[in-house]
């Protein structure tokens, strides 16, 4: 079998660090935003290069803590993607602003910035956009609407650590970049975390706050916060997988290229231009035969996973928010795509059987 994912396979040759680092910690006595904590945020921040990074307890939490930090009015409207991961629309929902979808790009899966300003209104106050799959959005024409129309940007950065567009990095374009270190990712905690990183010492200050009920000096609340800490576990155990996040991105790359030699051109493959350096958090291919495709290979020991179903406005606790809306590009991503092993823990060789099969399909 090879399965879509192994996580314990993924972390075992960081187990003999993991549990050093544990051990250095469980006996510190300091389990709380300590010495781990600053020195994993500043390693990210330097990582991403950019000037400041604060560690939280989620990706989600990051997203809704920037715009929290962001200080929109109450009728404010943020854009989105359509064919996002929830979590995207929920941090909009949970900040207490309104959602509004723009259909992607069917070639890249990134929101279409040539759609964008149609949804423009005098209520849009920001531009939360995703990295999907670990490919950075069309940033220079994203850029130029958000100074036109004086718009802040929040870049989800949840799968594309260290994805560049035309040489700058994901997290570095926008007011705030969000990164979820959830274990599947390619830089992945043993557990949730996630961070923000950022250009701005004010946001840097208001961000430590927040994250710490809204306290910057002990029993000071200054702020309504939250309780969202990234723990010195976490922290320890992301310091140890960071140093060798190149490698990672390296053999998934190289996984990449696999496929996109060797599977037939039955299949839709993720669109490559000079412009993008992908990460490959995931490889999709879509197919009209998806459901089909996916029993195929699981006949055939091989497991996959659907990135995503549903997409968001047809999901049953968010009809409320997109009543009556259609989004006939999101739909048919939904419908049609099919995510491949490409696992830190996968050889060349799983890659190889992989497409053999497809390819007789």
């Known amino acids: 079998m090879i399965p879509y994912e192994d996580l314990g396979k993924l972390n075992q040759p960081f187990f003999e660090a993991y549990q050093e680092s544990f051990k250095k910690t469980l006996e510190s006595g300091w389990y709380i935003l300590g010495k781990e904590v600053v020195e994993f945020e500043t390693a990210f921040a ?46 909009v929902i949970n900040a207490g602003f309104k959602p509004v979808l723009v259909e992607p790009n069917l070639a890249t899966y990134n929101i279409d910035a040539d759609l964008i300003e149609e949804k423009i209104t005098s209520n849009t106050k920001a ?7 670990g490919k950075v959005c069309e940033m220079d024409k994203i850029e130029a609407i958000c100074k036109k129309h004086q718009l802040f940007l929040i870049e989800d950065c949840a799968q594309a ?19 979820s270190f959830y274990p599947t990712k390619n830089l992945g905690a043993l557990g949730d975390a996630g961070a923000l990183t950022m ?18 000096i002990k029993y000071h609340n200054d702020d309504i916060g939250f ?12 310091s140890i997988k960071l140093k060798h996040l190149d490698a990672i991105t390296l053999h998934k790359q190289a996984l990449a290229k696999l496929y996109f030699e060797g599977l037939k051109e039955d299949f839709i493959k993720p669109q490559q231009h000079p412009d993008y350096e992908d990460v490959f958090h995931i490889f999709n291919i879509r197919h ?4 089909q495709l996916k029993q195929y290979l699981l006949e055939n020991g091989i497991g996959t996973e659907i990135h995503y179903p549903i997409p968001p406005h047809q999901q049953k606790g ?44």
């Open 46 to 91: 330097d990582y991403v290069k950019s000037p400041y990074g604060v560690g939280l307890a989620s990706g989600l939490d990051a997203l809704v803590i920037a715009l929290k930090v962001l200080e929109l009015p109450q009728n404010a409207e943020v854009i989105v993607p359509s064919n996002t991961y929830i979590a995207t629309v929920l941090a």
């Open 288 to 291: 009209p035969k998806r459901d």
């Open 227 to 238: 309780n969202s800490r990234l723990d010195e576990v976490q922290a320890g155990f992301l």
């Open 199 to 216: 250009k701005n010492e004010a946001h840097f200050k208001k961000v430590k706050s927040l994250r710490n009920y809204g306290s910057a």
């Open 127 to 133: 531009i939360m956009l995703t990295h999907l799959y």
């Open 318 to 361: 968010y009809l409320e928010f997109f009543q009556g809306e259609s989004y006939p590009i999101a739909e048919e991503i939904h419908q049609t795509t099919l995510s491949l092993p490409i696992s830190f823990a996968h050889t060349e060789q799983d890659i190889e059987k992989v497409i053999e099969v497809m390819n007789r399909f």
């Open 161 to 179: 650590h260290g994805a560049k567009f035309k040489g700058q990095q994901a997290g570095t374009f926008g007011e705030f970049g969000a990164f």
